[in-house]
């Protein structure tokens, strides 16, 4: 699946590169919660599993771990991700808004359902958000399931 294998070199490359510990450098210096430098030493050895199984792995962990403060490390990690998942899948999304709007014709079947079926109640388990664009592009009204 290439969207996965790019998610995982995106999300995880920092890792790798040592961005993450220069950020949390950062926020330490500047009386930020940080998280412990081990954290990132053994996050950084995990660096080889696809994002998702990266995820679970440091969900595991922060549960798992009965020192408190290595939780919330963990914790503040997972969060960092999940952001930089999102932050990933946008960016690739804005970028390809002109494809989606040319595709989005295979979808125009959605209008005549929306105007027949209100509210139409669409359940999805993906991250992204192509069926927002859709609906945008054919003027039917959408949410994301968020109170504003």
Not at 6 to 29: C, E, F, K, Y
Not at 31 to 39: F, K, L, S, V, Y
Not at 113 to 124: G, Y
Request: proline share 5%; glycine share 8%.
């Amino acid at each position: 699946m290439p969207l996965a294998s790019q998610l995982t070199t995106d999300v995880l490359g920092p890792l790798q590169s040592g961005a993450l510990q220069r950020i949390n450098d950062v926020w330490r210096v500047n009386g930020g919660d940080a998280i412990a430098p081990e954290i990132f030493d053994e996050a950084g050895s995990k660096h080889d599993l696809p994002y998702e199984e990266f995820l679970s792995w440091l969900q595991e962990r922060w549960r798992t771990t009965d020192d408190p403060t290595k939780a919330r490390g963990y914790s503040s990690l997972y969060v960092q991700m999940i952001e930089g998942v999102s932050l990933a899948l946008f960016l690739r999304h804005r970028h390809r808004a002109p494809f989606f709007r040319l595709k989005s014709r295979f979808y125009s079947g959605l209008t005549s359902l929306a105007r027949r079926e209100s509210p139409l109640w669409i359940f999805s388990l993906n991250y992204d958000i192509c069926l927002e664009l859709v609906c945008a592009e054919h003027g039917i009204a959408h949410g994301a399931g968020y109170s504003e």
